[in-house]
């Protein structure tokens, strides 16, 4: 099926697409911010070259933000109609990613935490008390 729009429309469309800071994101950094916990953003893993999207190092802390179609997610991840050759791959191999990157988080030590964007949306309240029972525990342990 030929794309509804020109090369240059998709193109820009694509664009406005953000792997980094989108809303959810934002909302719930700032949330977590306001209860006086600090976090890094751009905090990178070199062996595998990636960044969390927030990351808690002296309690090493990673949690990601995945959002419910670029990471298939079981509740709200509907397939593609159109151009499936290329999407479905795309969206495999970020869910294959996700699992390479926590079992090399996991391997050493360090305790990871995936959101759903739908999440986000629903109950920020109950994520951010998800993330900080996280950390005072830690706290509270040593």
């Known amino acids: 099926m030929a794309d509804k729009f020109s090369k240059e429309i998709r193109s820009k469309i694509m664009s406005k697409?953000?792997?980094?800071?989108?809303?959810?994101?934002?909302?719930?950094?700032?949330?977590?911010?306001?209860?006086?916990?600090?976090?890094?953003?751009?905090?990178?893993?070199?062996?595998?070259?990636?960044?969390?999207?927030?990351?808690?190092?002296?309690?090493?802390?990673?949690?990601?933000?995945?959002?419910c179609f670029w990471h298939k997610c079981p509740r709200c991840y509907r397939a593609p109609k159109t151009h499936k050759k290329y999407w479905l791959p795309k969206i495999d191999r970020n869910v294959e990613r996700d699992h390479e990157q926590d079992e090399y988080l996991k391997k050493n030590r360090w305790k990871v935490i995936r959101i759903w964007e739908h999440e986000i949306n629903e109950n920020i309240q109950a994520v951010v008390v998800r993330i900080t029972e996280i950390i005072d525990a830690d706290e509270n342990n040593k």
């Open 17 to 67: 697409i953000r792997g980094k800071d989108t809303k959810p994101e934002l909302l719930l950094r700032k949330s977590i911010f306001r209860r006086g916990y600090r976090y890094r953003i751009n905090y990178r893993f070199k062996e595998l070259n990636f960044k969390p999207d927030m990351v808690f190092v002296s309690k090493k802390l990673c949690v990601f933000i995945d959002g």
